[in-house]
C-alpha cells in the first residue's frame, strides 16, 4: 500500500504563489510515479502535473506550463508543486497520487492512491 499525506494550499489571489507538498509512504513506493491532479466544483477531476523518481521527467498540462513547476527530494519521498501566477480558475482541490504508469499518460484509471486532497482558491 502507498499513502500520501498533503499540504500547503490556501486561500491567494491573482498572480500570487503556492506550494503544495507531498509526502509517500509504503511499500514499493518507487514502482509508481507522483502526479497532480484537481477537480473544481462540478467539473471532471484534470491532470496538473507528473514526475519520475529516477530521471525526473517532468509533464505538464497545457494549461499550467510555464506557471507550475513540479519537483522531488527522493530521500524525503517527497513531491512538490510550485505555483506561480496563479489565476481564479486554478482554484480547485488538488489531489497528490501514485500513478502505476507509463510514465506521462495522465490516466485517472492507472492511479492506484490519492492523497486526501487540499484547498486552493484563488481571489480576483
Known amino acids: 500500500q502507498v499513502q500520501l499525506v498533503e499540504s500547503g494550499g490556501g486561500l491567494v489571489q491573482a498572480g500570487g504563489s503556492l506550494r503544495l507538498s507531498c509526502v509517500a509512504s509504503?511499500?514499493?513506493?518507487?514502482?509508481?510515479?507522483l502526479d497532480w491532479f484537481r477537480q473544481a466544483p462540478g467539473k471532471e477531476r484534470e491532470f496538473v502535473a507528473a514526475?519520475?523518481?529516477?530521471?525526473?521527467?517532468?509533464v505538464y498540462a497545457d494549461s499550467v506550463k510555464g506557471r507550475f513547476t513540479i519537483s522531488r527530494v527522493n530521500a524525503k519521498n517527497t513531491v512538490y508543486l510550485q505555483m506561480d501566477s496563479l489565476k481564479p480558475e486554478d482554484t480547485a482541490l488538488y489531489y497528490c497520487?501514485?500513478?502505476?504508469?507509463?510514465?506521462?499518460?495522465?490516466?485517472?484509471?492507472?492511479?492506484?492512491?490519492w492523497g486526501q486532497g487540499t484547498q486552493v482558491t484563488v481571489s480576483s
Open positions: 514526475i519520475s523518481w529516477g530521471a525526473g521527467r517532468t
Open positions: 497520487a501514485a500513478d502505476r504508469g507509463p510514465f506521462g499518460d495522465r490516466l485517472l484509471s492507472n492511479v492506484d492512491s
Open positions: 509504503g511499500r514499493n513506493i518507487r514502482t509508481y510515479n
